[in-house]
C-alpha cells in the first residue's frame, strides 16, 4: 500500500477519503484555501499545506502548485475526490507525467468520458443502450431539424461538454428547436469553451439509475448494484438510495452486466458510474459515466459492506480484485440524503458560521461531514456541508430510520434544507418509493 497520499479537495469527501487512508496506516497530505485554514479537513489531515487564496481557481484547482506539494512531501499518489480537478483530464496526465499515481483511471479515458459525443460513440461501438440520437457534432440549426424530424419530437438538444444539466433543453417542435439552438450554443461555448452540440430523443419523465462499477489493471471488473438518485432539484441530487425500488432482480442484472461491458470497452480503471436513463416500459439508455468516486457512494458501501475508497486505493496500488462478481453482496437498504446549506426558501446558498450542529446517532445511522461546530460556511464552494446515510433491514426500515433521524438533526447559525428532507421523507409518494425525476416539482413545489 501507499505510505502517504495527497488529497486534492476540500470539505465531506477529504475527510471521508482521510478517514480511509487512517485505517490502512497511509498518511494524509491535505492542501488548503485562505477560506479553509481552520477547516475540519486541514485538522484530520496528517500535514496540510496553504495553496492559495479562497476562489477555487486560485487553490484547489492549481494543478502546478498541488503536484509541487505532492513532490515535495513524499506524496505517491494524489486523490482527487470528488468534483474539482477529479475528472479533468490535464490534471490526471500531469501526474502521469510526474510518476505521481493518479487515483483514477487513465487520462485518456477521462477525456474520452468527458466528451459526452466521444462516450456516446464508444459506448454504441461497444453494444451498450444509448438514447436515440446522433454521436457526432451538428453542423447548423438545419442539420438539427433534419434529425430531431427523423426522430421525432420532443428532442433534447446537448452540449457535448456538458452534463449535470448545463447547456441541455428539450424542444418539442419545430419552432422551439430554431428558438433554442442559437442560445444553447452560446451557453456551451461560455460555459465550457466548446459549443459543440448534439441531439437526442427526450426520454418522458425518467429514471435516472446508476450503476456503480470497480475495475482492476488486469481486467477484472464487477458491478456493485445500483443507486436511484432520481429525486433531484434542477440537477441536484437530494436523495440517493440503494436499492432502486423501480427495478426487478433481472434488470438489475441486466443493467450491471451492460454497465460491465460498457466499463471493460473503454479499458477502464478504478471505481465507475455509468449512469442510466430508465424509462416506464423498463427500457434502459447509456447517458453518462462519471470516471470519480461520487457524493452518493456510501448507500452502495451500505448494502455491499465494501468501502469504495480502500478499493481505489487498492487497485491504484496495482493489486487485483480478490472477490468475484458472486460475492458481492446486495444486503438491506440504504438511503441518503444531502444537507446543504441554502434557503429553504429561495435555495440560495446560505453562508455563516454553524453555531450548534447535533448529529442524529443510532443504529444504522451514518454522517458524513466536512463541518464541525464553529465552522464558518463560506460563498466560495458547493454548499452541501453534509450527508445522512441511514441503513435499514428493508426499504420501509430505512425510510423510518431516515425520518427518525431527520427529526433529531440539528443546525443552527446556518439555514439548511432539512424542512425539505423531512417533507420528502414524510411524503406518501416516497414512502411507496415511486421516486422519479419529477418529484420534487411535482409534490413539493411552494412548500417547505
Ligand atoms: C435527458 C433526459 C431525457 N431525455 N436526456 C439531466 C442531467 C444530464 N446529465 C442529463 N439529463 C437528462 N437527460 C434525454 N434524452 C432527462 C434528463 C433529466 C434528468 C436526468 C436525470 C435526473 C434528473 C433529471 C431531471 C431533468 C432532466
Not at 486541514?42 to 495553496?51: G, I, K, P, T
Amino acid at each position: 500500500m501507499f505510505s502517504k497520499i495527497l488529497i486534492a479537495n476540500r470539505g465531506e469527501i477529504a475527510a471521508r477519503i482521510m478517514r480511509t487512508c487512517m485505517s490502512l496506516g497511509v498518511r494524509t497530505v491535505g492542501i488548503y484555501s485562505d477560506a479553509d485554514a481552520k477547516a475540519l479537513h486541514v485538522q484530520l489531515a496528517d500535514e496540510a499545506y496553504w495553496v492559495g487564496g479562497s476562489r477555487v481557481a486560485e487553490s484547489y484547482l492549481n494543478m502546478e502548485r498541488i503536484i509541487e506539494i505532492a513532490k515535495q512531501t513524499g506524496a505517491e499518489a494524489i486523490h482527487p475526490g470528488y468534483g474539482l480537478l477529479s475528472e479533468n483530464a490535464a490534471f490526471a496526465k500531469r501526474c502521469e507525467a510526474e510518476g505521481i499515481v493518479f487515483i483514477g483511471p487513465a487520462s485518456g479515458v477521462i477525456a474520452q468520458m468527458g466528451s459526452k459525443i466521444e462516450s456516446r460513440k464508444a459506448m454504441e461501438a461497444a453494444g451498450v443502450p444509448v438514447v436515440p440520437g446522433i454521436a457526432h457534432p451538428l453542423s447548423d440549426v438545419e442539420e438539427a431539424v433534419e434529425v430531431a424530424d427523423r426522430f421525432g419530437y420532443p428532442v433534447m438538444l446537448k452540449a457535448s461538454a456538458g452534463g449535470g444539466g448545463i447547456g441541455m433543453q428539450v424542444v418539442r417542435d419545430e419552432a422551439e428547436l430554431r428558438k433554442a439552438y442559437a442560445g444553447n450554443q452560446k451557453r456551451a461555448a461560455d460555459f465550457f469553451g466548446d459549443g459543440a452540440m448534439y441531439l437526442e430523443k427526450f426520454i418522458e419523465n425518467p429514471h435516472h439509475i446508476e450503476i456503480q462499477v470497480l475495475a482492476d489493471s488486469f481486467g477484472n471488473t464487477l458491478f456493485l448494484w445500483e443507486r436511484e438518485c432520481s429525486i433531484q432539484r434542477r440537477h441536484q441530487k437530494v436523495v440517493e438510495e440503494a436499492p432502486s425500488p423501480f427495478l426487478n432482480s433481472e434488470l438489475r442484472i441486466k443493467m450491471g452486466q451492460t454497465a460491465v461491458q460498457a466499463a471493460r470497452s473503454i479499458g477502464y480503471r478504478n471505481a465507475g458510474t455509468i449512469e442510466f436513463l430508465v424509462d416506464d416500459q423498463h427500457n434502459f439508455y447509456f447517458l453518462e459515466m462519471n470516471t470519480r468516486l461520487q457524493v452518493e457512494h456510501p448507500v452502495t458501501e451500505e448494502i455491499t459492506g465494501l468501502d469504495l475508497v480502500e478499493w481505489q486505493l487498492r487497485i491504484a496500488n496495482g493489486e487485483r480484485l480478490p472477490f468475484r462478481q458472486e460475492e458481492v453482496s446486495l444486503d438491506g437498504h440504504a438511503i441518503e440524503v444531502r444537507i446543504y446549506a441554502e434557503d429553504p426558501k429561495t435555495f440560495f446558498p446560505s453562508p455563516g458560521t454553524v453555531q450548534k450542529l447535533v448529529f442524529p446517532e443510532g443504529p444504522g445511522v451514518r454522517n458524513e461531514t466536512g463541518v464541525n461546530e464553529q465552522s464558518v460556511v463560506t460563498p466560495f464552494y458547493d454548499p452541501m456541508i453534509a450527508k445522512l446515510v441511514v441503513k435499514g433491514s428493508d426499504r420501509q426500515d430505512a425510510v423510518k430510520r431516515l425520518q427518525a433521524a431527520l427529526d433529531t438533526y440539528q443546525v443552527e447559525g446556518i439555514k439548511t434544507n432539512l424542512p425539505m428532507l423531512r417533507d420528502v421523507a414524510q411524503h406518501p409518494v416516497f414512502q411507496a418509493g415511486h421516486t422519479t425525476t419529477d418529484f420534487v416539482a411535482k409534490y413539493l413545489q411552494g412548500k417547505s
